[in-house]
């Protein structure tokens, strides 16, 4: 699942934990709030990745602990709540949002954020921090309409609602914080109530979750040592080899990680190996594989035994796949760095048992870790993104031996990039056929009932199914020929 775009497949939205005074100050450095209106400035202007630009933004200010936590809460905050914040703002600024200078609108969305999200913090450290944010970057005029602005919303924050005549799409577009064509979009596929619960998950901080190095450790092995350091754990409802962790921080910080024992991935991410089944001494591809926690799954899965293939075409992504399989101890793991559409050229027919395409997608399905997606999509992505898709799947397919499984998986929830891709693929290769039998377990798991059934090719995760990511997984099987 490459979401089309770049930045890191899986950031995490920590939520912020203020200093007590809701100063977010580090001594005689840069406050939270001086970073976080950085960062903010910086996506809009410059259309880059908030989690690429905001863990920059900490290195180099020195922030930690609360401090810290406060400037990322600002930052994923206010542009999980842009057009809400927006709308409420505009009435109180008299020349109107559009016309002031980036640093100043975005200044005055991290500040109304807080005031109108942020119970804990108290509402003159946020306007107080905001007028003198304004001094410094600004003049006096900029520093008293800010501050003018910011006291009349105090003043009127009870009356801040949103008006009852909305049609579902604008009141669910303004309550949820939503484009409202992606509201539109998901009303028409899912009907009301599902787009509703769409929107409401992907403003829920993501789960932290593990994959436990099933070579190395067993889950239940795993969930004793976390419980002997304190950490609130539990065993992921999704995947057998899954732990969703409550308390404990950034577990790719932890021994347990540098050691090769667990794997930070998403619960929904962690079903795709398992619907690949691969089996010791099986050659396995993975087309798309970067940053590699599928294809060391795969390799964990198959307990070290065989060869699995992992390809690229960014050869410093490939080269994250090699440090994670050292990591983790899977020697058997191969990596090269080609266009998944070339692979054809350098290996012949039905030399795999087993392909994966985790294919590139518009991932609409990973909001919640990347809340400016939902900004900087555009309607015209997915049909863009729909033809690329298409053609690795005619071209891999190729590649794999008669009997063998293909799964095709994206992290996105759009029915054209995913049920609809594979049913107008098997209306071209009459050699592929939906594989029958479910993996092993799948049935008795309960988070996956409500995504059973709601398409009849494939498995299309919602983000309000098991508070994971959206996510698609089709298992094709090639036919031998004679059957």
């Known amino acids: 699942m490459k979401q089309v775009g770049g930045g890191s497949r899986s950031p995490r939205h920590p939520s912020g934990t203020p200093t007590s005074r809701g100063e977010g100050r580090s001594s005689g450095g840069p406050s939270a709030r001086s970073v976080a209106l ?5 996506v809009e202007q410059e259309g880059a990745y908030s989690n690429l630009l905001l863990n920059g933004a900490l290195q180099k200010s020195g922030l930690t602990g609360p401090d810290a936590g406060l400037a990322t809460e600002l930052v994923y905050g206010t542009i999980q709540r842009l057009n809400t914040i927006d709308y409420y703002l505009e009435p109180f600024v008299t020349k109107g949002m559009a016309k002031l200078a980036p640093w100043v609108r975005n200044l005055l969305r991290l500040s109304f954020y807080q005031l109108h999200y942020l119970d804990r913090i108290p509402p003159h450290a946020a306007v107080n921090e905001a007028v003198n944010l304004a001094k410094k970057k600004g003049h006096q005029g900029i520093s008293g309409m800010v501050n003018g602005v910011l006291r009349s919303v105090l003043r009127k924050k009870e009356e801040l609602r949103l008006p009852e005549d909305l ?4 009141r669910i577009a303004l309550e949820h914080s939503h484009p409202e064509w992606m509201v539109a979009l998901w009303i028409r596929q899912y009907g009301e109530e599902a787009a509703e619960a769409i929107c409401r998950a992907n403003n829920k901080p993501p789960s932290v979750s593990v994959r436990v190095n ?5 889950r239940d092995g795993m969930l004793r040592l976390m419980e002997e350091q304190g950490l609130q754990a539990s065993a992921s409802q999704i995947s057998p080899d899954g732990i969703v962790v409550h308390s404990g921080g950034n577990m790719a910080l932890t021994p347990w990680y540098r050691d090769g024992l667990i794997s930070v991935q998403d619960e929904s ?11 010791p001494g099986m050659t396995v591809l993975d087309c798309c594989a970067a940053p590699g926690g599928k294809t060391c799954h795969i390799g964990e899965i198959m307990e070290g035994r065989g060869q699995v293939l992992a390809n690229d075409i960014h050869p410093h992504k490939a080269k994250l796949i090699e440090d994670h399989a050292k990591r983790l101890g899977l020697d058997h793991i191969d990596t090269l760095s080609s266009d998944a559409l070339q692979l054809v050229d350098r290996f012949d ?4 048992d087993r392909i994966l395409l985790d294919a590139p997608c518009s991932g609409l399905g990973v909001i919640r870790r990347k809340p400016d997606l939902k900004w900087a999509k555009t309607p015209g992505d997915v049909a863009g993104i729909a033809g690329v898709q298409r053609a690795l799947l005619d071209s891999v397919s190729g590649l794999l031996k008669p009997g063998g499984l293909l799964v095709y998986s994206t992290c996105t929830i759009e ?5 609809e891709m594979v049913t107008s693929f098997l209306s071209r290769h009459p050699e592929f056929e939906l594989a029958t039998d479910e993996p092993a377990g799948w049935s008795g798991r309960q988070p996956l009932e409500s995504a059973a059934g709601r398409t009849e090719v494939g498995l299309q995760i919602l983000p309000q199914d098991a508070h994971s990511d959206g996510f698609f997984i089709a298992r094709l099987r090639k036919k031998i020929e004679g059957n």
Not at 38 to 42: E, F, I
Request: hydrophobic content about 45%.
């Open 415 to 419: 029915p054209r990039e995913n049920a």
């Open 214 to 218: 099933r070579v190395r450790m067993s």
């Open 269 to 279: 991410s962690m079903l795709v190996a398992e619907a690949l089944d691969p089996q």
């Open 167 to 170: 049609n579902p799409v604008q």
């Open 349 to 352: 027919a039905g030399s795999f």
């Open 38 to 42: 950085q960062v903010l400035t910086a």
